[in-house]
Structures are given as C-alpha cells and as structure tokens.
C-alpha cells in the first residue's frame, strides 16, 4: 500500500479538511502551552507563598487526582455529547480560573488553599478535555490519515512542553499576573479555533447500538489483545524508566553541570520526541509495526541505562534524546492502534483509559523512581529501570503475540 500524501496538501484534499485540522493543531499547542504557563507560575507562587516544598507536591496532586477519579466520565461524555464543545467549555473553565488567579494576583489575595482550589478546578477541566481532543481526531482526518495526523499531534504537544515553561517562565519576570493573562488569551484562541471546527456528522445510529456504561472503554481495551498490549507495554516502560524524576540529582552531583544543565538535560527528551514527531509525520510507518514498538521500546530503555552509566554531559544529553525519540514512536503506534482499533462511538471511553493509563505511569513513575533511588542509589536504580524495560518488552512479546505480528497500522 503506497503512502498517502502529505497531510497539508491543499490538492489532495479538501481545504476544509486542510483547515479543520491546523485549527486543532493549533488549539491543541495553545492549550498545552496555556497549560504548561500557568504550572511554572502557580509553582513559582505558591513556594514564594508559602515556602513549602509539600505545597509544591500538593499543587501537582490537585491538578492530577480529577484525572483519575473524573476521567472514565469524561469519555463517557465524549461519547455522547459534541467533542467539540466540551473540548471548548473545558478551554473556557481554564481561562476562567487563570482570570480568576490572575485577579487575585494582583490584588495579593490569594490564599494556599485558593490557589490549590483554581488550580484543582484546572485539572478537572483537562481530565475532560483530553478524550474529547484524543477521539475527535480521527473524525477530523479520517483514518488513512490518522497516524500522520497524530504525529503531528504529538510534535504539537512536545512543541508547548517545550515552549510553554520557557516562555512562561520568561513572562513571568513580569509578574505572575501578567503570565495567568497570557495563558488565558492562550485559552481564548484554542477555545475559537475549536468553535470553528465542522460539526460532526450524526452518529447516532452508531452511538444507539454501542455499550452506553461507564466502564465499557475498560471492557473493550481488556477484550482486545493489540490494545492492551500497547497500552499495558507503554504503562510499564514509563513506570520503571523514571529517569527524568531524578534529573537534579545526575546534574548536581554526577555531571556537574548546575542549574542551567539541568534545564538542558530536562528539554533533551522533549528535543528528541519532537524531532522524531516531525520525521513520522513525514514518513509515517507503513509495515511491522508491532516489532516498531517493540524495537522503540528496546531502545527506550537501553537509552535510560546509557544515561545513568554516562559521566559524560554530551552523552547523557544524545542518551536523553534518544528515549525520548523512541517514545515518540511508542505513543505514534500506540495511539493510532488504540484509534484504529476502537468503533468512533467507544473512541472517548477508551481514550479516557488510554489518559488513565499514562497519567499512572508518569505520576507512579516518579515515584517508584525517588523510593528506588533511596533503596538502591540513584545509579543503580535507573540501570535497573531500563533492564526492567527490556525484561518487560521480552514478555510482552510472549503474552501479546498478536501485537508482535501486527504489520499495518491501517
């Protein structure tokens, strides 16, 4: 089967199609980077408040438990209802809550349980935002296209982690209440460009004879062995290879490199994914597929055992951005299985799983990482992270066969 053509060739499809899909694009890096701002700033607020590293933890749980406990909802939701306007409503609670931190800001007045308050609201607004913006995509393109699409995606999202603190943290010099004012513009412009989406077709006949529960995206993943597998491989990669968690301590005192290092150190996985992001949306993958993911996943983690071995700043940063382009092929694969394989009516469920799944593996992984360094030190830990990596990809080969085989991912 030959390639399709590029994404953005005006004279292979309609312009419409064309237009529909950089308004997402661009909500999608508008929203991240929105997001990404108001991290650095609530973060840089709430220490200069109270001083506390636990208040800084606790920032980051409020932000994350609505993703847990709400999520399933949420796809449930975007099952239902127009993706479109919840993804807008959702850009629109945000904005509302950086107005109100940006307010309270600059009239002093915000308390440590305000801020958690807001900041929480903002969590609970992307736990339902992110199934509807995942399952919307392939409406929007259809499926031929989708892998490169979400590619494109992907180099989306690695563009605002990349952007967004650093330009968050350079508004910030500012004050915080100018940096909340330009995440919530940032809101604003995402929240337009998803009004000026086509509406979707009706989908009701579909929707009528779908499994309306709850917990019909779990069933559905549990049943269907390539996307358990792929999720299942990727929870298990990110949750031992953690090594971006103890980032400070190998700048500090294994490489020596100081703050400014570290800021280098941690854009080198972002740097990779996104490069590698722009490369698939070029060249999309067309055969062997699962033994791509395997191969990715392989290489994930012999990346995170030449990164705590090396002594060498170079070499840890060339190390960094290898993994962190080998995961950018592992969530490409990932997600458009879990995509392709999924009836557009169940799409937001099993999205919503696919979040639940990778909010787990990235918060538990942080952990596991910090509990293992004290247990083993930080060197030993991380090397047996990727071994771990490399142990699981083994099995996996064992108990998924099907996603081994896997050729195409159309």
């Known amino acids: 089967m030959s390639n399709p053509p590029p994404l953005l060739d005006a004279s292979a499809y309609s312009p419409w199609k ?7 694009w661009f909500a999608r890096v508008g929203s991240m980077g929105a997001y990404q701002m108001q991290v650095v700033a609530t973060g840089w607020l709430v220490y200069e408040l109270t001083g506390s590293a636990l208040d800084l933890g606790l920032v980051g749980l409020v932000q994350f438990l609505p993703r847990v406990a709400l999520t399933l909802w949420a796809g449930a939701l975007a099952d239902r209802h127009d ?23 600059a009239a002093h007045a915000l308390s440590r349980v305000t801020i958690l308050a807001l900041v929480g609201g903002i969590g609970a607004a992307r ?9 919307l995509l392939p409406r929007l393109v259809g499926t031929r296209q989708l892998p490169r699409a979400l590619a494109m995606s992907s180099a989306a999202m690695q563009t605002a982690i990349v952007g967004g603190p650093a330009l968050g943290g350079l508004i910030f010099l500012a004050g915080a209440p100018v940096v909340y004012a330009v995440a919530g513009a940032a809101f604003l412009a995402a929240a337009l460009l998803m009004f000026t989406l086509p509406a979707p077709t009706d989908a009701s ?23 358990l597998g792929a999720i299942s491989l990727d929870l298990f990669a990110v949750l031992l290879c953690g090594a971006t968690a103890l980032l400070p301590i190998f700048a500090r005192d294994i490489l020596n490199v100081g703050p400014g290092g570290l800021g280098l150190l941690q854009a080198a996985p972002a740097a990779g994914a996104l490069a590698m992001s722009l490369y698939l949306a070029q060249r999309p993958l ?34 960094l951005a290898l993994l962190g ?14 995509q392709l394989e999924t009836p557009d009516a169940m799409r937001g469920r099993v999205s919503a799983v696919n979040s639940v799944f990778i909010g787990a593996s990235n918060q538990l992984g942080e952990f596991e990482s910090g509990v293992a360094a004290a247990l083993l030190g930080t060197v030993p830990s991380v090397v047996a992270g990727g071994l771990g990596t490399l142990l699981i990809a083994a099995l996996w080969i064992r108990l998924f066969p099907a996603l081994w085989r896997r050729d195409r991912l159309v």
Do not use: K
């Not at 064309?18 to 997402?24: G, I």
């Not at 993911?293 to 190390?319: E, P, R, Y």
């Not at 950018?328 to 990932?334: D, L, N, T």
């Open 205 to 227: 006949a579909t929707v009528a004879h779908a499994d309306q529960s709850l917990f019909a995206g779990l069933r559905y993943v549990r049943q269907q062995p390539v996307i």
């Open 325 to 338: 382009a080998a995961d950018s092929i592992s969530v490409v694969i990932r997600q458009s299985l879990v």
């Open 286 to 319: 067309s055969d062997r597929v699962g033994r791509t993911l395997f191969a990715s996943v392989a290489v994930f983690g012999i990346g995170t055992i030449v990164f705590a071995l090396s002594t060498s700043f170079l070499l840890s940063l060339g190390a």
């Open 127 to 135: 736990a339902f935002e992110m199934p509807a913006m995942q399952s």
């Open 18 to 24: 064309v237009r529909a899909f950089l308004h997402y």
């Open 83 to 105: 993706r479109r306007r919840i993804a807008m409503l959702c850009m629109l609670a945000q904005l509302a809550a950086c107005a109100a931190l940006a307010a309270g800001a």
